[in-house]
């Protein structure tokens, strides 16, 4: 099993920054990647951004140029960086990660946005 450990949420101001920490422990052999999706009240789940363990990025658009994310593969680690945050990146942010066809996923953080 794998266990991730998400922090960083909280409430901020539109303009404002966040920035959110997944840690992965427990029986990690070899992650192929790991992210973040978030899910708004009322609406589906969606990837935010990806990070493969080789630096290889994805980003939602909505999200393009503003959120940055990174990985520290030796604390089997990622972060997501979040700026120009918007009250429609308001929802719970979800990590996720893949390790040899496997998915698991942590608890999630909340993410507010006031206008």
């Known amino acids: 099993q794998v266990q991730l450990v998400e922090s960083g949420g909280g409430l901020v101001q539109a303009g404002g920054s966040l920035r959110l920490s997944c840690a992965a422990s427990?029986?990690?052999?070899?992650?192929?990647?790991m992210g973040w999706y978030r899910q708004a009240p009322g609406k589906q789940r969606e990837l935010v951004a990806a990070?493969?363990?080789?630096?290889?990025?994805n980003y939602a658009d909505s999200v393009k140029g503003r959120f940055t994310i990174s990985g520290d593969n030796a604390k089997n680690t990622v972060y997501l960086q979040m700026n120009s945050l918007k009250p429609e990146d308001t929802a719970v942010y979800y990590c996720?990660?893949?390790?040899?066809?496997?998915?698991?996923w942590g608890q999630g953080t909340q993410v507010t946005v006031s206008s």
């Open positions: 996720n990660v893949v390790q040899r066809g496997y998915i698991y």
């Open positions: 427990g029986r990690i052999f070899s992650i192929s990647t």
């Open positions: 990070i493969t363990s080789g630096g290889g990025t």
